[in-house]
C-alpha cells in the first residue's frame, strides 16, 4: 500500500513537472486591392495664380478633383479604410491645411473627400475615409483640393506638398 501511494505520488510528480502549455496566435488578414494608376492621380497639379488672389485671409484657389482608385479587390475584402498622413498647419479657426514645404509662404494644401464640407469635413493627419469595395471589385475616393490661407498675404513661389495614404483591408 505505501509503494502504491508512494508510485502514485511519484507519478503525479512526473506528470505534473513535465505539463507545458502551447500558445499560437495569429491573424488571418483581409487581402489586398492593386492601386489603379491608370485612374488615380498621385500628382495633382493646382495650376500657376497671383498672389494677389491669397491677400485675403480664409481665401483659396485652384479647386481640382481627382479620384484615388484601388482595383482588383479580392472576394474577402469587402471595406477599404484609407490614411492621410501629412504635416499639418497650425491649428487656426478656419480649415486644416496640410503645410507647403515650398518656397511659397502664408499658403497650404487643403484635401477633402467629395460627400464633406470644407469646414469641418477638411481632411488633417490621421484622417480615415472608409469605403465599401463595389461588386466589380473597385473601391474609389473622389477627392477635392485646393490652395488655402488662413492668415492672407500670401507671398509668390512654388506650393508643395506630400500626403501618404495607407489603406487597411477588411
Known sequence: MKSSILALLLLTVIATAGAQDLNFSGRVLASPCTLDTAVSQLTVDLGDYYADQLSKPKSAIGYKTFPLTLKDCPEGTTKVVATFTGVDEPAGDWITLFTNTGTAKNVGIMLKGD?????????????????????????????????????????????????????TYQ
Open 115 to 167: 460627400t464633406s464640407l470644407w469646414i469641418g469635413g477638411a481632411i488633417k493627419n490621421g484622417t480615415q475615409l472608409t469605403q465599401t469595395v463595389k461588386a466589380d471589385h473597385t473601391v474609389s475616393w473622389p477627392m477635392e483640393s485646393e490652395m488655402g490661407t488662413s492668415t492672407g498675404n500670401a507671398t509668390p513661389g512654388t506650393v508643395h506638398a506630400v500626403i501618404t495614404v495607407s489603406f
